[in-house]
């Protein structure tokens, strides 16, 4: 039984969701003596490469080329295809972002099998994949058993412990030579604009303080910043202010947002529907703020405040600072 994880790097090491992902499969190989291997594209291979091995990979398979370089679905398809069958893998995992929404069904095509996204569990268990994703806009779950292999599934960051580095770690480096040729290459990249982050990525912070309708405007935000700073924290928000324009769409969390799994989330004026628990509903601690006392948020927090946070937010920054 082998799992391949799809790995990507940032500033020349492998991601928070990659190292997750590693140590998830694993998990799973070691259930049945399986192998983990991991398949990175792009340049500048083989020092990520170590670290995919020393986070649990048995095997690094590497690609490089000039139109790998950032994702593209036409050139890395077709590469990924092929290392995929060359791993011979039961699994496939991928980070449930938009390139890993994007790529897991056009890669599924390809391989003649099907896909689950979004998925928050995956379990082996009598030699068979079981998965577990939202549906419903989060109101429920599903349980996914495929009939083709391999299993193709996007996991959602959080779900799961990455493992500690281990340095002294042996494993296997295959260079892959992808036939690419840029006629294949069927749209082209005008520009990429990425939001500029401020402080720290929501996706690593210990503390996020997110905005809901309940703020009635831009301007609360502005308060949830000054609360953020004070706690060392990250400002996230839900669908709606995002939509309304009050805050950049970077700072989404939910369903169709990013997901999040701080050690504490301060939820003001947020109501606590499905779309967006589905986002946040594995923080550690979850803190309601808000003037309605029948709001769902209450149901998943462990403290709640009723009342405006206008005057709560100030006075609880008071105190923090007395700390």
Not at 212 to 235: E, M, P, Y
Not at 243 to 270: F, K
Request: with cysteine.
């Amino acid at each position: 039984m082998n799992v391949l994880v799809i790995a990507d790097a940032m500033d020349g090491k492998a991601t928070g969701p990659v190292c997750e992902l590693l140590g998830l499969a694993r998990r799973l190989a070691d259930q049945v003596g399986g192998a983990v291997a991991a398949a990175l594209l792009g340049s500048g291979g083989d020092a990520v490469a170590k670290g995919l091995i020393a986070r649990g990979a048995d095997k690094v398979f590497v690609a490089e080329h000039p139109l790998l370089g950032e994702y593209h679905a036409d050139a890395w398809v077709p590469v990924l295809a092929g290392i995929c069958r060359q791993a011979a893998c039961d699994a496939i995992l991928i980070s449930h972002n938009a390139v890993g929404a994007d790529l897991a069904p056009r890669l599924a095509f390809r391989l003649g099998t099907a896909v689950a996204t979004g998925c928050v569990e995956v379990v082996l268990s009598a030699g068979r994949f079981t998965l577990t994703r939202p549906c419903y806009g989060g109101n429920a779950r599903e349980v996914i058993a495929f009939k083709t292999v391999p299993v193709i599934a996007t996991v959602r960051p959080g779900c799961y412990d990455m493992l500690a580095a281990d340095a002294s770690r042996s494993g296997t480096v295959e260079q892959v030579q992808p036939e690419l040729e840029a006629t294949a290459i069927r749209t082209r990249i005008i520009a990429r604009k990425r939001d500029a982050a401020e402080g720290v990525r929501l996706e690593d912070a210990r503390v996020i303080v997110a905005g809901g309708r309940g703020l009635n405007g831009a301007d609360g935000f502005g308060v949830l910043a000054k609360l953020a700073h004070v706690l060392g924290g990250s400002v996230g928000a839900s669908r709606v202010p995002c939509d309304l324009g009050w805050c950049p769409r970077s700072w989404q969390i939910g369903l169709t947002g990013r997901t999040v799994t701080p050690e504490l989330y301060i939820a003001v004026g947020i109501s606590g529907a499905g779309h967006h628990m589905a986002g946040c509903g594995n923080a550690k601690a979850i803190v309601a703020v808000n003037t309605d006392p029948a709001a769902a948020i209450f149901r998943d927090a462990r403290y709640g405040i009723v009342g405006d946070y206008q005057q709560f937010i100030p006075a609880f920054i008071s105190e923090v600072q007395k700390l």
